[in-house]
């Protein structure tokens, strides 16, 4: 499975961005996706993940209510719909997918996310 970002970039605060993130290779053994993000210095976090039949979502609380997960399936295409952005959420923004029975994880190369005040 590989997995291609897309979609980040420069922003000021209270902006918008969408990332995209699209699967290849194995795609019918990817279940639950994910973004997860990484600022300087610091560890690599969840941001939310959604599962593939039945779309349920999980979030990490900094973000709720500002930011939406979403994939289509038929596309192989996951996307992070991002709202109201503050300077904290400045960082590189990893897709993430769980492979197989045995939830192996894949990631993509990361896409830098900059929230400028």
């Known amino acids: 499975v590989q997995l291609v970002e897309s979609g980040g970039g420069l922003v000021q605060a209270g902006g918008s961005l969408r990332l995209s993130c699209a699967a290849s290779?194995?795609?019918?053994?990817?279940?639950?996706m994910g973004w997860y993000r990484q600022a300087p210095g610091k560890q690599r976090d969840l941001v939310a993940t959604?599962?593939?039949?039945?779309?349920?979502?999980n979030w990490t609380d900094s973000v709720k209510g500002r930011f939406t997960i979403s994939r289509d399936n038929a596309k192989n295409t996951m996307y992070l719909q991002m709202n109201s952005l503050e300077p904290e959420d400045t960082a590189v923004y990893y897709c993430?997918?769980?492979?197989?029975?045995?939830?192996?994880?894949?990631w993509g190369q990361g896409t830098q996310v900059t929230v400028s005040s």
């Open positions: 993430a997918a769980f492979v197989g029975p045995g939830g192996r994880r894949y």
């Open positions: 290779g194995s795609t019918f053994s990817i279940n639950t």
């Open positions: 959604i599962t593939k039949g039945d779309f349920r979502t």
